[in-house]
């Protein structure tokens, strides 16, 4: 008996195969933009301003929801990150299904598509 994964599902294995290689990693932020996140806004436990990160803004409508049956209500989401963490993050999530575009630069996000 096959058992389908939600998209739901696949996003959290991503983000807790993020932390476990070490990178501060949340969903839906609120802080007002890029520009001035910090460690408290992250709200990480261990986190410092040297430890790689990646994160998704989650305000002005733009956080990243899924509907009763786990699937994602948004097309695409952009994620943050510094400190060198996009390179294994785009890996992680490349490795749980989901269509990847980021043109490894350090000040581009990383898009990630849903349909």
């Known amino acids: ?3 389908t994964i939600t998209t739901k599902q696949a996003w ?11 990178i501060a990693a949340r969903r839906n932020v609120r802080s007002c933009c890029r520009g001035c996140v910090t ?3 992250l709200g990480l436990e261990g986190y410092d301003d040297e430890k790689p990160y990646v994160w998704n803004f989650g305000g ?5 929801s899924f509907d009763w ?4 209500e948004s097309q695409k989401v952009w994620l ?3 400190n060198g963490s996009a390179e294994t993050a ?7 299904g989901f269509e990847v575009e980021w043109d490894g630069t350090q000040h581009k996000c990383i898009e990630v598509k849903f349909w």
């Open 1 to 3: 008996m096959e058992t």
């Open 60 to 64: 002005q409508g733009m956080a990243l």
């Open 39 to 41: 460690a408290d806004k």
């Open 80 to 82: 943050n990150h510094g």
């Open 12 to 22: 959290n294995a991503a983000f807790n195969d993020m932390r476990k290689a070490g």
């Open 90 to 96: 785009v890996e992680i999530l490349r490795s749980h």
């Open 69 to 72: 049956m786990g699937q994602a």
